[in-house]
């Protein structure tokens, strides 16, 4: 028979394309609760119905066989096997009763009457058209399978015909598709299963071809609409992507070399990552330079939320952990309320306190970890079942302190936050990561007033410096003031003395109190020379405040003068 077959394949044949096959991406069987939920929708739910008023298969015997045969859209089938037909209810009449039953390989419904008021409804599988969505993750460490699905054309499928299945945008893996299958319910085929096999013909990197097999070439057949599923093909996973879409065709060719039952392409499966996460609620805290930069203006907490959405919906890893990382500056965390020890090294349980992933189903967190930088932030939660589909991550500052100054400020910082799901090792012996974001923005804190930086004031036995303060606005509000000395600060220093409760509208002269502060801190101006930079922040708004900074400087019996008007810089 194969000889038959190899020479057919050698005759050039003509396309038939005439009630040809057709690519599926899946088939299942039908289910008995789905068919009556989709018979009975806009029922009113009375007797002389297709089911009648209790809706349901081998209820009452108030079903109407007829309508029911009408509404899965085929004539009802009535024969007694003697040339008579069995007693069915009238037209929107009550008497029938209705069983179900599951059509096994086989595109067609029937409903048909077994005896007087009594019928079957054979129903058949469900087929679709939609591409299923396999992990790219997954395929790095196992292989992907695809099982389409061909519905033969109206001739069926007969002794040594041969059915080959092309595959593109992406190759067959040779290596682990030794055996491929092709596997027809018994509804599909005209005698019994045991009559029929599909033999490998050959496998390429493209395609793959069977050739029917039967006991009998006469009797045994491969019915018009049924049902065949492929099995046993995988996929090459060089070259697969998040853009990889796998298209599948087929066609027939019979013993004459003529092709038919050709099979247009259609997409069996795309690869996509198995996870995306997005940022849906941004940290956007205002630090509240009135309360010393040690709370927010709105109080101690500010929480970031992330959301999350599985892409997968047919080949997919099981997850196991899903990891936040977080960039920002986190050195307020050293806080003595946080780092508890005071031993400058964060645990999982001393950044507890400061930072709590939270808003999960059944998700919960396992742990928590900052790089010794304090900017890179870890937070661990470990998944029970599904990924949660949104997890909140709240910071908590040790807040204001009532003006002792011991806690630390909160620096002005901006967010990134990056998403990692790690899988169960179910296939590996390291964990397999699923990116589902790169570091993307999370948002920022910033002043709830005026910052401005004065890059450049010298002080000194032959200098006269000159700072005013102006508030243009309407708004009474506290001034602080931090220092950093050239070649001597890498960091802005506090300069507590130099701040100034309740500033109201106006300009002020600054310098005096500036210039004391200064000489408490162990520079005095009138025994040596220096030069600083000074930070000034007013609680009011930004727009309201200017700086005016210059120096007089009497160098060799000559004056300099250096002036400048400095604006928020935040």
């Not at 609620?281 to 101690?300: H, M, N, P, W, Y």
Request: net charge negative.
């Amino acid at each position: 028979m194969f000889k038959r077959t190899l020479l057919a394949l050698a005759v050039s044949g003509v396309a038939v394309s005439a009630n040809a096959a057709t690519i599926y991406t899946k088939a299942s069987s039908a289910v008995q609760a789905d068919v009556e939920k989709a018979i009975t929708a806009n029922a009113k739910g009375v007797a002389g119905e297709a089911l009648g008023a209790d809706k349901v298969f081998n209820g009452a015997a108030d079903d109407n066989c007829t309508a029911l045969a009408s509404a899965l859209g085929v004539s009802l089938t009535n024969d007694d096997g003697a040339g008579g037909k069995y007693t069915v209810a009238a037209s929107g009449k009550a008497g029938d009763k209705a069983a179900f039953a599951v059509v096994s390989g086989l595109n067609k419904n029937e409903v048909k009457m077994t005896n007087n008021g009594l019928c079957t409804a054979s129903v058949k599988p469900g087929l679709s058209t939609s591409s299923v969505k396999d992990g790219l993750e997954y395929s790095s460490v196992k292989a992907i399978e695809i099982k389409p699905v061909i519905v033969a054309g109206i001739g069926g499928y007969k002794d040594e015909d041969t059915i080959t299945v092309n595959l593109s945008g992406a190759k067959v893996d040779l290596t682990k598709t030794t055996a491929p299958t092709i596997t027809v319910g018994n509804d599909g085929l005209s005698s019994a299963p045991a009559n029929f096999s599909f033999d490998i013909l050959d496998i390429t990197a493209e395609r793959v071809r069977f050739t029917v097999q039967t006991v009998n070439a006469k009797n045994d057949f491969v019915k018009g609409g049924a049902v065949l599923q492929l099995g046993g093909i995988f996929l090459d996973s060089k070259g697969l992507s998040s853009d990889t879409a796998v298209s599948v065709d087929s066609f027939a060719t019979n013993t004459s070399g003529t092709d038919f039952d050709v099979a247009s392409a259609r997409v069996i499966t795309t690869l996509v990552n198995q996870y995306t996460a997005s940022v849906s609620s941004l940290l956007d805290a205002a630090i509240d330079v009135g309360k010393d930069r040690q709370e927010f203006a709105t109080g101690t907490s500010d929480a970031l939320v992330v959301a999350m959405k599985k892409n997968t919906d047919n080949l997919e890893l099981t997850p196991a952990e899903v990891h936040y990382t977080i960039t920002g500056e986190f050195s307020w965390m050293l806080d003595d309320d946080i780092d508890t020890n005071k031993d400058g090294k964060l645990s999982s349980a001393e950044l507890g306190k400061a930072v709590k992933v939270a808003g999960l189903t059944d998700d919960a967190a396992k742990s928590y970890a900052v790089n010794t930088d304090l900017t890179k932030l870890t937070v661990v939660s470990t998944v029970t079942g599904a990924v949660d589909t949104s997890a909140t991550i709240t910071f908590t500052v040790p807040g204001h302190d009532e003006g002792k100054l011991a806690n630390l400020m909160i620096p002005v910082q901006d967010f990134t936050v990056a998403v990692d799901v790690k899988d169960n090792k179910a296939f590996s012996t390291a964990a397999v990561n699923m990116p589902a974001l790169s570091a993307t923005n999370a948002g920022a804190w910033t002043l709830n007033g005026s910052v401005v930086i004065v890059p450049y004031m010298p002080f000194g036995p032959n200098t006269q410096p000159i700072l005013r303060h102006t508030n243009a606005g309407t708004r009474t509000g506290d001034i602080t003031v931090r220092y950093m000395v050239e070649d001597e600060h890498n960091a802005w220093q506090p300069l507590a003395a130099a701040g100034v409760k309740d500033a109201k509208p106006g300009v002020r002269n600054m310098l005096n109190i500036v210039t004391d502060a200064l000489k408490a801190e162990g520079y005095d101006s009138e025994k040596s020379g220096f030069k600083v930079a000074l930070e000034i922040v007013t609680n009011v708004p930004s727009r309201d405040v200017h700086v005016y900074g210059g120096a007089k400087v009497d160098v060799d019996g000559q004056d300099r003068i250096h002036l400048g008007t400095f604006k928020t810089n935040n």
